[in-house]
T-cell receptor, first 116, second 115 residues
Framework: AQTVTQSQPEMSVQEAETVTLSCTYD???????LFWYKQPPSRQMILVIR??????QNATENRFSVNFQKAAKSFSLKISDSQLGDTAMYFC?????????????FGEGTQLTVNP | DTAVSQTPKYLVTQMGNDKSIKCEQN?????MYWYKQDSKKFLKIMFS???????INETVPNRFSPKSPDKAHLNLHINSLELGDSAVYFC??????????????FGPGTRLTVT
């Protein structure tokens, strides 16, 4: 079974600064996908960034980037130039694709607060 | 032009009642899911359907019964509601294994409160 661990229940950062959220996972699979989802107070789950395990290059999406260390099973999210709208719960998620369908396994979440 | 919609968004009911949550997606996806988010914000998959066929069925009480009338709809019916069923229920959809992205799109969630 796959597990995802987010060791930081809460974090805060000043507006315009950079923050890194940690995520580790455990799996015996070699081909899988990793995601970061954002859940603002509106409750909507929003995909922030995606990483395919077979790709060595770290994914980036504007101010969001990841540090994917496959051997260490680590998948951290860096948010640059933090904005007030980044305040949300952030979930790291792991997915393998099986012939019976795919499922997301989520971490416990990190509540990020961006302070003005 | 909402991609994944759920109704209702809020549901307050008493113990012992039976209730349903509806989900519809207009993305042309063929796989749909139900996730439960508990009071500690932990998200866990409950069910997944592919082309109306049950694919994933996690350890969920028999009181929960998903139904997929077509591949664009996946409803969740809950019998004999208990206090512990209070949670936010998310519907999601994705393309099947043919889609290399495998991205799941989530609905807005339904907050169920059992009193």
């Amino acid at each position: 079974a796959q597990t995802v661990t987010q060791s930081q229940p809460e974090m805060s950062v000043q507006e315009a600064e950079t923050v890194t959220l940690s995520c580790t996972y455990d799996t015996s699979e070699s081909n899988y996908y990793l995601f970061w989802y954002k859940q603002p107070p509106s409750r909507q789950m929003i995909l922030v960034i995606r990483q395919e395990a077979y790709k060595q290059q770290n994914a980036t999406e504007n101010r969001f980037s990841v540090n994917f260390q496959k051997a260490a099973k680590s998948f951290s999210l860096k948010i640059s130039d933090s904005q007030l709208g980044d305040t949300a719960m952030y979930f790291c998620a792991f997915m393998i694709v099986e012939t019976s369908g795919s499922r997301l396994t989520f971490g416990e979440g990190t509540q990020l607060t961006v302070n003005p | 032009d909402t991609a994944v919609s759920q109704t209702p968004k809020y549901l307050v009911t008493q113990m012992g009642n039976d209730k349903s949550i509806k989900c519809e997606q207009n993305l042309g996806h063929d796989t749909m899911y139900w996730y439960k988010q508990d009071s500690k914000k932990f998200l866990k998959i409950m069910f997944s359907y592919n082309n109306k066929e049950l694919i994933i069925n996690e350890t969920v009480p028999n009181r929960f019964s998903p139904k997929s009338p077509d591949k664009a709809h996946l409803n969740l019916h809950i019998n004999s509601l208990e206090l512990g069923d209070s949670a936010v229920y998310f519907c999601a959809s994705s393309l099947s294994v043919r889609d290399l992205t495998y991205e799941q799109y989530f609905g807005p969630g339904t907050r169920l409160t059992v009193t």
